[in-house]
């Protein structure tokens, strides 16, 4: 017979080799997860030392990342930076609704994607504290359940000169979604 002689096994019964074999896979699988969690500490605490504690409130102008690749262009020389964009509302602690212009689609972003914005013309379209009282009387474009909501100041964006109500209805439902047209009254101006 060529080759090393077979080791002679000891004949277990069948309990005995589950048992074992449940044994060493318990020790296997303690090892395993003692090894995962050293590394996601390690993983947590490189990600801790380079993340941002940066908060930001609404209001605030911040740059958003968004690389995109221009056909014809060096990467190098393009920039990988959007904005200014204003921040319009902390969804939580690492997600935030932001918004390029008052007609813009607000987009739902991730902290790390943003910087604070250090220009020297931040947008100033969005109006953070809460507008003063209204009556009925002072504005008749507003109604007193519209109050309580921040509102964007369009009134500064729309020239009001020369629309007339249907096209000031138009304008507003078109850039305005969330005002309701039920709130504002029918008896408008009109040039």
């Given at each position: 017979?060529?080759?090393?002689?077979?080791?002679?096994?000891?004949?277990?019964?069948?309990?005995e080799?589950?048992?074992?074999?449940?044994?060493?896979?318990?020790?296997?699988?303690?090892?395993?997860?003692?090894?995962?969690?050293?590394?996601?500490?390690?993983?947590?605490?490189?990600?801790d030392?380079t993340?941002?504690?940066?908060a930001?409130?609404?209001?605030?102008?911040?740059?958003?990342?968004?690389?995109?690749?221009?056909?014809g262009?060096?990467?190098?020389?393009?920039?990988?930076?959007?904005?200014?964009?204003?921040?319009?509302?902390?969804i939580?602690?690492?997600?935030?609704?932001?918004?390029?212009?008052?007609?813009?689609?607000?987009?739902?972003?991730?902290l790390?994607?943003l910087a604070?914005?250090?220009?020297?013309?931040?947008?100033?379209?969005?109006?953070?504290e809460?507008?003063?009282?209204?009556?009925e009387?002072?504005?008749?474009?507003?109604?007193?359940?519209?109050?309580?909501?921040?509102?964007?100041?369009?009134?500064?964006?729309?020239?009001?000169d020369?629309?007339?109500?249907?096209?000031?209805?138009?304008?507003?439902?078109?850039?305005?979604k969330?005002?309701?047209?039920?709130?504002?009254?029918?008896?408008?101006?009109?040039?």
């Amino acid at each position: 017979m060529l080759g090393r002689p077979l080791e002679e096994t000891e004949e277990r019964s069948l309990p005995e080799f589950v048992e074992d074999l449940r044994k060493r896979m318990d020790r296997i699988h303690r090892f395993a997860r003692e090894k995962l969690k050293i590394h996601s500490d390690k993983m947590k605490q490189r990600l801790d030392t380079t993340s941002t504690e940066t908060a930001f409130k609404p209001g605030d102008a911040v740059w958003l990342y968004a690389p995109k690749r221009t056909k014809g262009k060096s990467p190098k020389l393009q920039s990988n930076w959007e904005g200014p964009y204003t921040i319009i509302k902390k969804i939580n602690d690492l997600v935030y609704r932001i918004q390029l212009s008052p007609r813009s689609k607000p987009k739902v972003v991730h902290l790390e994607r943003l910087a604070k914005y250090t220009g020297h013309n931040p947008p100033d379209w969005f109006v953070v504290e809460d507008p003063p009282p209204r009556t009925e009387d002072s504005d008749p474009l507003i109604n007193e359940n519209l109050n309580n909501t921040y509102l964007i100041s369009f009134f500064d964006i729309i020239d009001f000169d020369g629309l007339g109500e249907t096209d000031l209805c138009m304008c507003l439902r078109k850039s305005y979604k969330r005002f309701q047209l039920s709130g504002i009254r029918r008896n408008l101006p009109t040039a």
